[in-house]
């Protein structure tokens, strides 16, 4: 089973996959320029370790052991110095980068490999791209002075906070290396998991990443979209459900997805949904896999669940 995407959107769909399966990898967007991954990805040339992180940190057991690294990796330093606001987890993966350097062909896979074995991961984490990615988004309305004018805005942490609405998304480099573990992972798998996430930042930049998009083109595996349960602000302003996938199929026109998952509580119109999802040649399950405390998270045990009953059927 291989899972798409970046963030908090991965880490819920891992900590509910790890529950299903035991063959699961992680494959995660390297875009991020803000925060800890920025400073590191700006001083040292090397890919944004903060959502890769994230994934392994997802993918630790419920034991002491997981829990334990779970919480070290994600556990960033409060200072008034240099270390102020870096997570552990992204000083621990970045170190491994270097330490590995000249040692073997990939150290960026071996040395997610090497932090997964610490933490006890259950799966395997890989970038999407084997260099540090751009997201450039088309925007109408950024300059809230001249709303109905397009422009470009770059950087995920810019495109994540625009005034404007954004229409489309596309990569600098725009034809990157993919990485080759990540590829395989793809051609094998019985299923793909796209989603949730933010929709521009983390989700369709796999898509856009031309042999990782044929990859999941072409492959033999399933696909499932799991559908966020609202709006990002500053990102999907005003989307509905079903507008999150007529921008995934302008982005992907020859993707086709197998099965939708929604929260049926989120769906106000399940046969626009329903329409959206046979266009792509899927079909739509509706489920209850909110968080039971109303706030905008998956349940990953009600995730897990929802997951199961799709792959059985």
């Not at 395989?184 to 299923?191: L, P, Q, T, V």
């Given at each position: 089973?291989?899972a798409?995407g970046?963030g908090h ?8 996959l790890?529950?299903?399966t035991?063959d ?17 990805r700006?001083e040292l040339g ?7 992180r994230?994934?392994l940190?997802?993918?630790?057991g ?7 690294w779970?919480?070290?990796?994600q556990h960033?330093?409060r200072?008034?110095g ?5 997570a552990?987890?992204n000083?621990l993966?970045?170190a491994?980068?270097e330490?590995?350097e000249g040692t073997t062909?990939d ?6 490999d090497?932090v997964?074995r610490l933490l006890g991961?259950?799966?395997r ?6 260099v540090?990615?751009?997201i450039v988004a088309e925007?109408?309305g950024?300059?809230?002075?001249r709303?109905e004018?397009?422009?470009?805005v770059q ?5 994540a906070?625009?005034?404007g609405?954004v229409l489309?998304?596309?990569?600098v480099?725009p034809d990157?290396?993919?990485c080759e573990?990540?590829?395989a992972?793809?051609?094998?798998a019985?299923w793909v998991?796209?989603g949730?996430g933010?929709w ?15 990859a999941l ?5 399933r696909r ?6 609202a ?8 989307f ?7 921008v995934?199929?302008a982005h992907?026109?020859?993707l086709?997805?197998?099965?939708v998952l929604?929260d049926?509580g989120?769906v106000?119109d399940?046969d626009a949904?329903?329409?959206?999802v046979?266009?792509l ?7 209850d896999i ?7 998270r998956?349940?990953p045990a009600?995730?897990?669940?929802a ?6 059927d």
């Amino acid at each position: 089973m291989v899972a798409l995407g970046g963030g908090h959107g991965l880490y819920a769909s891992l900590s509910a996959l790890r529950r299903v399966t035991g063959d699961l990898t992680a494959v995660v967007t390297v875009a991020d320029d803000g925060g800890s991954s920025g400073r590191l990805r700006r001083e040292l040339g090397v890919l944004p370790p903060g959502d890769l992180r994230m994934a392994l940190a997802a993918l630790c057991g419920d034991d002491d052991w997981g829990q334990t690294w779970s919480r070290v990796a994600q556990h960033r330093f409060r200072s008034k110095g240099d270390l102020h606001d870096h997570a552990v987890g992204n000083l621990l993966i970045v170190a491994l980068w270097e330490l590995l350097e000249g040692t073997t062909p990939d150290p960026t896979v071996a040395g997610l490999d090497w932090v997964g074995r610490l933490l006890g991961a259950q799966g395997r984490v890989l970038p999407m791209a084997s260099v540090p990615l751009d997201i450039v988004a088309e925007v109408q309305g950024a300059d809230p002075a001249r709303p109905e004018q397009i422009s470009h805005v770059q950087g995920q942490v810019a495109c994540a906070m625009t005034p404007g609405k954004v229409l489309s998304m596309s990569l600098v480099p725009p034809d990157p290396p993919a990485c080759e573990e990540a590829l395989a992972a793809i051609e094998e798998a019985d299923w793909v998991v796209f989603g949730p996430g933010s929709w521009f930042t983390s989700v369709l930049p796999h898509l856009k990443v031309p042999e990782l998009a044929r990859a999941l083109t072409r492959t033999r595996a399933r696909r499932v979209v799991a559908l966020n349960l609202a709006p990002q602000p500053g990102e999907t302003d005003g989307f509905s459900p079903h507008t999150h996938l007529e921008v995934m199929q302008a982005h992907a026109p020859d993707l086709r997805v197998d099965v939708v998952l929604a929260d049926r509580g989120v769906v106000d119109d399940a046969d626009a949904l329903d329409k959206a999802v046979r266009s792509l040649g899927g079909s739509l399950v509706l489920a209850d896999i909110a968080a039971a405390d109303g706030s905008p998270r998956h349940d990953p045990a009600r995730l897990a669940q929802a997951f199961v009953q799709i792959f059985r059927d």
